[in-house]
T-cell receptor, first 114, second 113 residues
């Protein structure tokens, strides 16, 4: 049981390049989330999904797109990277049902845009 | 939307002392308040949580208190150890809908041996 995994762990992009971050969970969770973490600002929600085939915007969605074609995977895309997207990106998942609220986080992807 | 403020941003204590981190939230509809510990190079990990129908919860050396009227909650760590050194985040969430977390800005705790 690997929990939540993220690939890649590190990436350096040039301004204008594109890339996709992959999040995978093996806990059969319904809900998945993408957060970004910047110094002194905690984690902020980018996009989320409450089930396979569904996605929705969070607090800071501009410049990002997501897809959830399979229940276990949640992809975060940057179509044209900008230096402001330099950050550490975390994926999380939760069951989404009943009284369970706990979110399980992946190890993160450190992205630098030059 | 929800706003969570966290203090202090850094905290240094001697091993064996207690540490207290405080958070306030703005949305009275929030009803779930977790605390996460983040070690260097890792993702946040849940250490304790509390729901709005409970005033206090304890798990060994850590405890969380909630004051719904004042909209604030606190993390208490007793008998601190060097391995408690990490960044701690408070968060708040509303039960319905997406259940996403709104995080505080974090507290870097350093336990001096």
């Amino acid at each position: 049981n690997a929990g939540v995994t993220q690939t890649p762990k590190f990436r350096v992009l040039k301004t204008g390049q594109s890339m996709t971050l992959l999040c995978a969970q093996d806990m059969n969770h319904e809900y998945m989330y993408w957060y970004r973490q910047d110094p002194g600002m905690g984690l902020r929600l980018i996009h989320y999904s409450v089930g396979e085939g569904t996605t929705a915007k969070g607090e800071v969605p501009d410049g990002y797109n997501v897809s959830r074609l399979k229940k276990q995977n949640f992809l975060l895309g940057l179509e044209s990277a900008a230096p402001s997207q330099t950050s550490v990106y975390f994926c999380a998942s939760s069951t989404g049902g009943g009284f369970s609220y706990e979110q399980y986080f992946g190890p993160g992807t450190r992205l630098t845009v030059t | 939307g929800e706003n969570v403020e966290q203090h202090p941003s850094t905290l240094s204590v001697q091993e064996g002392d207690s540490a207290v981190i405080k958070c306030t939230y703005s949305d009275s509809a929030s009803n779930y308040f977790p605390w996460y510990k983040q070690e260097l190079g890792k993702g946040p990990q849940l250490i304790i949580d509390i729901r709005s129908n409970v005033g206090e919860k304890k798990d060994q050396r850590i405890a969380v208190t909630l004051n719904k009227t004042a909209k604030h909650f606190s993390l208490h760590i007793t008998e601190t150890q060097p391995e408690d050194s990490a960044v701690y985040f408070c968060a708040a969430s509303i039960k319905v809908g997406r259940r996403a977390l709104t995080f505080g800005s974090g507290t870097r705790l350093q336990v001096q041996p």
